[in-house]
T-cell receptor, first 113, second 117 residues
Framework: AQSVTQLGSHVSVSEGALVLLRCNYS??????LFWYVQYPNQGLHLLLK??????LVKGINGFEAEFKKSETSFHLTKPSAHMSDAAEYFC???????????FGAGTRLFVKA | DTEVTQTPKHLVMGMTNKKSLKCEQH?????MYWYKQKAKKPPELMFV???????INESVPSRFSPECPNSSLLNLHLHALQPEDSALYLC????????????????FGAGTRLSVL
């Protein structure tokens, strides 16, 4: 079985500060890992993904995440927060063969001016 | 084009009404999904179609009836809904099973905001 835990339902940062959103996963098989962002009244947009290969993954809008197998983590970072980054962020895991993607509970990011 | 289009954007219906949600994609994806998302919660999988055949039904009540008329279209027929069914309904699509690593990447539509009165 697979699961995802996002630490912190709310994260608040100042504009220009580092963004760190935490995600830990559980999977009995090599996982595919994703971060999605959801703005109000919109669907989910894929920020980045890890499938195989390089463990540091770069995504859109300056976000990146590092797959750490030993820590079963896939934390999302951005060096400098922008007001437009305020949104809900979901970490997700799936396996290589199925259709099911398991989403974490989500982290709401607030960016203060 | 990585767009999944959902219509309508908003829908208000009474408990005795029959309505349908529509989803369309032209990315050649052969897997299509319906999710239900309540406020401040992650999406919950409802149905998955693979090659126009129902592959997964997550024990969804029969008042929700999915349909996949062709590889580009996915419908969700609604009948006799309850107020607790009010939510954002999201459609997604992904690459076919032969797509390797790409097959788990789901592209989402903007959703239909449903209110049941």
């Amino acid at each position: 079985a697979q699961s995802v835990t996002q630490l912190g339902s709310h994260v608040s940062v100042s504009e220009g500060a580092l963004v760190l959103l935490r995600c830990n996963y559980s999977s009995s098989v090599p996982p595919y890992l994703f971060w999605y962002v959801q703005y109000p009244n919109q669907g989910l947009h894929l920020l980045l993904k890890y499938t195989t290969g390089a463990t540091l993954v770069k995504g859109i809008n300056g976000f990146e995440a590092e797959f750490k197998k030993s820590e079963t983590s896939f934390h999302l970072t951005k060096p400098s927060a922008h007001m437009s980054d305020a949104a809900e962020y979901f970490c997700a895991v799936s396996n290589t063969g199925g259709f099911k993607t398991i989403f974490g509970a989500g982290t709401r990011l607030f960016v203060k001016a | 084009d990585t767009e999944v289009t959902q219509t309508p954007k908003h829908l208000v219906m009474g408990m005795t009404n029959k309505k349908s949600l529509k989803c369309e994609q032209h990315m050649g994806h052969r897997a299509m999904y319906w999710y239900k998302q309540k406020a401040k919660k992650p999406p919950e999988l409802m149905f998955v179609y693979s090659y126009e055949k129902l592959s997964i039904n997550e024990s969804v009540p029969s008042r929700f009836s999915p349909e996949c008329p062709n590889s580009s279209l996915l419908n969700l027929h609604l009948h006799a809904l309850q107020p607790e069914d009010s939510a954002l309904y999201l459609c997604a699509s992904s690459q076919p099973a032969s797509g390797g690593a790409a097959k788990n990447i789901q592209y989402f539509g903007a959703g239909t905001r449903l209110s049941v009165l």
